[in-house]
């Protein structure tokens, strides 16, 4: 790995100005996972990994194993029912529990970059965005694509926010 972790494709794509419900959607997740991408981008292991924020457990490290979390679990287990379990401890639910003081960045982001590519598939395949998903155990409680999708776009519309902050007591930089 590089000093500086390389995004080399973190520039995002607008989302249509006029576009059906499925097309406008996923671009506006696009471009919300392509402005963490940047928020990323040209960053050292020890400032990806660091926590500026001494009143937060928060590091852009751990926003990425989170997210990849939030991927597999919105798109794998809800919406294709495939029960696959989390590729990290996280015990408790906080942003500690994505500890990344020793973490690997080329095996955080390669797998939000898979997990990314494979929920875009995912969401390609389905035939509407009525189809219904159910986290488990239970089951119990069922989201339509159309939901899982919005509620992606605010996941990371949030955590963007985050990663901003963060840039900006690392480097200085802003804004995007």
Same mark, same amino acid.
């Given at each position: 790995?590089?000093?500086?972790?390389?995004?080399?494709?973190?520039?995002?794509?607008?989302?249509?100005?006029?576009?059906?419900?499925?097309?406008?959607?996923?671009?506006?997740?696009?471009?919300?996972?392509?402005?963490?991408?940047?928020?990323?981008?040209?960053?050292?292991?020890?400032?990806?990994?660091?926590?500026?924020?001494?009143? %937060?457990?928060?590091?852009?490290?751990? #926003? !990425?194993?989170?997210?990849? $979390?939030?991927? /597999?679990?919105?798109?794998?287990?809800?919406?294709?029912?495939?029960?696959?379990?989390?590729?990290?401890?996280?015990?408790?639910?906080?942003?500690?529990?994505?500890?990344a003081d020793e973490a690997d960045p080329d095996e955080a982001f390669g797998i939000w970059?898979?997990?990314?590519?494979?929920?875009?598939?995912?969401?390609a395949a389905a035939p509407s965005l009525d189809v219904l998903g159910h986290l488990r155990?239970?089951?119990?409680? %069922?989201?339509?694509?159309?939901?899982? #999708? !919005?509620?992606?776009?605010? $996941?990371?519309? /949030?955590h963007n926010g985050h990663a901003d902050l963060l840039r900006e007591h690392l480097d200085?930089?802003?804004?995007?």
């Amino acid at each position: 790995m590089t000093d500086a972790y390389d995004l080399a494709d973190a520039a995002r794509t607008e989302p249509p100005s006029a576009g059906d419900e499925r097309a406008t959607l996923t671009a506006f997740l696009d471009f919300q996972r392509d402005t963490f991408a940047m928020k990323c981008a040209g960053l050292t292991t020890a400032q990806l990994r660091a926590r500026p924020l001494s009143s %937060s457990t928060l590091s852009l490290l751990g #926003l !990425t194993r989170h997210l990849a $979390e939030v991927e /597999r679990s919105w798109f794998r287990n809800a919406l294709n029912d495939e029960a696959r379990p989390g590729f990290w401890k996280h015990p408790d639910g906080s942003f500690a529990e994505f500890d990344a003081d020793e973490a690997d960045p080329d095996e955080a982001f390669g797998i939000w970059r898979r997990e990314c590519a494979h929920a875009r598939e995912l969401v390609a395949a389905a035939p509407s965005l009525d189809v219904l998903g159910h986290l488990r155990p239970d089951g119990g409680q %069922s989201w339509s694509l159309r939901w899982i #999708l !919005t509620h992606m776009i605010e $996941e990371y519309a /949030r955590h963007n926010g985050h990663a901003d902050l963060l840039r900006e007591h690392l480097d200085g930089r802003t804004g995007e």
